[in-house]
């Protein structure tokens, strides 16, 4: 959603790198550049200003004067001010000391509040709750229907008493959703109302009565982060006629500009609470406005990526995992489990997106097919429990055979067996302390295994002692060096003093024979 403002920030950020000091022309351009990128984006005229003023003030301070790397500190000004229009710090909900805590959602129609609603629940469940979802829309066509269905999804009860579809009054229904919770031990109740298309007195005096007969704990408003400036204005609308404690952001994986979740903070002083950025119903979670800061500016959001891993992979079996690839175990259907847990996580374009620096590659990720592991999956599961433990028996029938039962190219199955093989050896590489391969300081850099020993055969030629010219005392001295150094093996396994057969140390690399000449 920021990528026009993010690719903008990025381009004003690149004019000014490398400068050892910021004139006023500097700060000034900058600014001009910051302004421009925040309306293109969508944000409010008066909160542009604020933030444009806030940033030159900064930057004109000393702050930036005796930095080492003024480019560097503006990015962090900028990072602040960021942060501090989307909120400061993550606001989490207010939970009821005795009984049930009621959560009200408020919005206009389509902006998301029912598939918001079971979004919530299966959120709060996650986090140990007993939520109860109310179906006190009974308004919009098949309303009621759409939250049974999502609560049945998310395995959240709905309370739904009256059919809808312009029958029932919901204040009666929201009031005896809470003494139904009470009755059944729900801890939270998540009340969706009805919405409209546009701002009305009807639409305020329902969800004004309905916050009257249940006095929620907290007061949601539901808004589109697609709908642009006119959030900011709806937004208004519903804090005065309604009044909410804060904001959900939908639909924050649109193609939207984005500047509605940049304004509502700043204009109305409400804060934006949860937002949801997919269509799954796991695609929710609490809104950090540090984190989102730093996704806007490029810098990635590592702990969201962290905290996703921790609750989709299994830590015994990414021990086993580990174990395995430092002994060289690590099979196709280990390889099968890893690609199933990573589907868990989500679309991989977006998990990518949260890796700092990636913006560059936003082109790549946005044509990134997630359907490219089904396709693995598939030719991995139709092999033989054998043939997953063991890839070197693939001959061409089986190769043939697996890609006819996956609907893939052969090509495709040997391609992914090439890339599995080569993986598994730098894994191995990796886990036994020995860095990238054809890395400095790593086994065999620059030639692989050749190089590292060649180097090895270079060291035992290399200077030592000065050797007498008088034949006696140099095999005393010979003899006195194999006495301080004992039969130390050296890496082809030949007894330290023994000179080394190079022919034969390439045939224990597997290396062509002519390969003997790299090793001397």
Do not use: C
């Not at 139904?180 to 007195?201: P, S, Y």
């Not at 359907?371 to 001959?395: G, H």
């Not at 043939?400 to 040997?414: L, P, Y």
């Not at 000065?466 to 003899?479: C, D, E, F, T, V």
């Amino acid at each position: 959603m920021f990528a026009t403002l993010s690719d903008r920030l990025a381009t004003t950020f690149k004019n000014i790198r490398g400068k050892g000091r910021l004139t006023d022309a500097d700060i000034d351009a900058t600014a001009r550049e910051i302004r421009i990128a925040l309306l293109e984006a969508d944000v409010a005229l008066p909160v542009v200003r604020e933030f444009v003023a806030r940033v030159k003030e900064r930057a004109r301070g000393e702050e930036v004067s005796q930095a080492l790397n003024p480019a560097q500190q503006i990015v962090k000004i900028v990072n602040d001010e960021l942060v501090t229009i989307l909120g400061g710090e993550t606001r989490r909900l207010r939970y009821a000391k005795t009984g049930p805590t009621v959560i009200m959602l408020a919005g206009l129609q389509g902006a998301g509040k029912t598939t918001l609603a079971a979004k919530l629940a299966l959120w709060l469940k996650e986090q140990g709750k007993a939520p109860l979802l109310v179906a006190a829309d009974l308004q919009r066509p098949n309303a009621v229907n759409q939250l049974q269905v999502n609560g049945e999804r998310v395995g959240v009860p709905v309370y739904a008493p009256q059919p809808g579809n312009g029958v029932g009054n919901p204040v009666d229904v929201a009031r005896d959703a809470v003494e139904e919770a009470k009755r059944k031990l729900h801890d939270v109740v998540i009340v969706d109302t009805a919405g409209r298309l546009g701002i009305d007195e009807e639409l305020m005096k329902q969800a004004a009565d309905i916050k009257a007969a249940v006095n929620p704990d907290e007061v949601l408003f539901v808004v589109d982060a697609m709908i642009g400036q006119d959030a900011v204005n709806t937004a208004q609308a519903f804090l005065d006629g309604v009044g909410y404690d804060g904001v959900v952001l939908t639909k924050l994986d649109g193609d939207a500009r984005g500047g509605a979740a940049l304004s509502i903070v700043q204009i109305t002083g409400k804060p934006v609470m949860f937002a949801s950025n997919g269509e799954k119903m796991t695609d929710f979670d609490l809104f950090h406005p540090d984190r989102m800061a730093g996704r806007i500016l490029d810098m990635g959001d590592m702990l969201t990526l962290i905290e996703q891993a921790e609750k989709t992979f299994d830590q015994a079996q990414a021990q086993q995992d580990a174990a395995k690839i430092a002994t060289g175990e690590f099979t196709l259907e280990d390889f099968l489990k890893q690609m199933q847990q990573l589907q868990k996580l989500g679309s991989m374009s977006k998990l990518m997106g949260m890796l700092p620096g990636m913006g560059q590659f936003r082109e790549q990720l946005d044509n990134f097919d997630d359907r490219e592991i089904d396709r693995i999956k598939a030719i991995i599961q139709s092999m033989t429990p054998a043939e997953r433990a063991n890839p070197k028996i693939l001959d061409g029938s089986r190769r043939a055979r697996i890609a006819k039962g996956s609907g893939r190219q052969v090509s495709d199955v040997n391609q992914l067996i090439q890339r599995f093989t080569e993986a598994s050896k730098m894994m191995k590489q990796l886990a036994s302390g020995g860095g990238m391969p054809g890395m400095p300081g790593a086994p065999g850099a620059g030639f692989g295994k050749r190089a590292g020993a060649k180097q090895v055969a270079q060291k035992k030629k290399g200077k030592g002692a000065r050797k007498s010219g008088n034949p006696a005392k140099a095999a005393q001295q010979a003899k006195a060096e194999a006495e301080k150094k004992p039969a130390a093996a050296n890496p082809f396994g030949v007894p330290g003093g023994e000179e080394i057969d190079y022919e034969k140390a390439a045939a224990d690399l597997n290396l062509p024979a002519d390969f003997s000449k790299f090793l001397k």
